[in-house]
């Protein structure tokens, strides 16, 4: 890489709302023309691996989330455990994907909390204590990358919006249409790229959360291949209810989580059929809800293209829908643009990781809702002393994936 600020090797750590494991991902980031009117991050993806989380500790995750209560002696053990775990990880990422070699780690922890009243988020908690990772790896580490958004005022996500506008802008000014970054997490969000237009982005809604929660209720941790959901018809009743959420017609900036779409949601909703509904069907509903809010919601901005990544894009049943539903929308995945679309939110991780290191603000106000751009996140000292990348470059205008 050609570059004024020279490549730097990152580490990428992230576990999602999903909590099924930890996704590293590794890549060298540069930035070309740092000196210009018009600097480039060059992001080079050298790798990733998905790392279950130990079966137990998935569990007492998943058990604390609302409406469960949590004591300070669990969130202390959890905060440990999850760091030691990603602090493994990231051990495995170093010898496995980065020969060896790492100037830094970023972590985006494990969402456990988003605070969230009254369409402003006031609060949010990641777990994964980062004394661990610099301690096990010896290098420096970014992480709690969400808090100083929501103190300026923001949401605190999806950071996504960060990567996606670096990176869509100049293929939306080339097509001349609006383009839609959609993320299939447990929470599902966009980020819309218009050209000579802010960015916008939101959470749309539930992603994958509860269509897991209802195939692990029916004895699977997941709905491998939508296979469940292919076998079932959507409820029509049902679908009316959970569409009559008045998340969904809330105007952007705006997040959610699973303290809104939890098992307590899910039953109050399902808890009015009297007959009951089978595991099919309510899987069918499900992915129709998931499948029509996102279509609405990249419809509503006029999205062209939907470049979607993500646990989700592995249900075929989910990316049919979303295909009929978007129509005459095209879908794709961000595999084809050369981010892998189930490690795309580690490489956020890592892309964030490296500004904040470089002292570039690596939020986007006008997609979290913040009174200005701010630099993200914590940093915890490795084995020697802080030593970042000299002085402030200038804001970067685009990303390129080598």
């Known amino acids: 890489m050609r570059d004024a600020v020279a490549a730097q090797r990152v580490i990428g750590l992230i576990s999602g709302t999903s909590m099924d494991g ?8 540069g930035i070309a023309g740092a000196t210009t009117d018009a600097p480039t991050i060059e992001l080079a993806p050298l790798g990733d691996i998905e ?5 137990r500790l998935r569990e007492r995750l998943l058990a604390v989330l609302p409406p469960a209560g949590c004591t300070a002696a669990e969130l202390c053990e959890l905060d440990t455990l999850v760091g030691q775990a990603f602090a493994g990880a ?17 972590s985006l922890g494990q969402t456990i909390y988003h605070w969230v009243d009254a369409g402003r988020c006031l609060g949010t908690l990641q777990l994964g204590q980062p004394a661990w990772i610099a301690e096990a790896t010896g290098r420096p580490v970014v992480s709690d990358l969400r808090a100083r958004d929501v103190a300026a005022g923001g949401q605190g996500a999806p950071l996504a919006s960060t990567l996606d506008t670096l990176w869509l802008t100049e293929l939306a000014h080339r097509d001349g249409t609006p383009l839609a970054a959609l993320n299939l997490g447990g929470i599902a969000n966009i980020t819309v790229v218009a050209p000579g237009s802010p960015a916008l982005a939101y959470d749309t809604g539930p992603g994958n959360a509860l269509l897991d929660l209802a195939a692990r209720r029916a004895g699977r941790p997941w709905d491998a291949e939508g296979e469940l959901a292919a076998a079932g018809t959507p409820d029509r009743g049902l679908l009316d209810r959970l569409l009559a959420d008045p998340y969904y017609q809330q105007s952007p900036p705006k997040s959610t989580g699973k303290e809104r779409f939890h098992s307590g949601y899910l039953d109050n909703a399902t808890g009015l059929n009297a007959e009951g509904i089978g595991t099919e069907d309510l899987l069918a509903t499900l992915v129709e809800l998931t499948a029509i809010t996102v279509a609405d919601a990249c419809r509503a901005h006029g999205a062209a293209r939907v470049i979607a990544s993500g646990g989700g894009v592995r249900n075929p049943t989910l990316m049919r829908s979303l295909a009929a539903r978007l129509a005459p929308a095209e879908i794709t995945t961000s595999d084809q643009f050369g981010l892998p679309a189930h490690a795309k939110e580690a490489h956020l991780t890592a892309l964030l990781g490296f500004l904040t290191w470089n002292g570039i603000a690596a939020s986007t106000p006008s997609a979290t809702g913040a009174s200005g751009a701010r630099l993200l996140g914590s940093v915890t000292p490795g084995l020697l002393p802080l030593r970042p990348s000299g002085p402030p470059s200038r804001s970067v205008k685009r990303l390129r994936v080598i």
């Open 90 to 106: 990231a051990e495995r990422g170093i010898a496995e994907l980065a020969a060896g070699k790492a100037d830094l780690i970023a």
């Open 51 to 55: 790392l279950a989380y130990p079966e």
């Open 22 to 29: 930890i996704d590293v991902a590794v890549a060298d980031l």
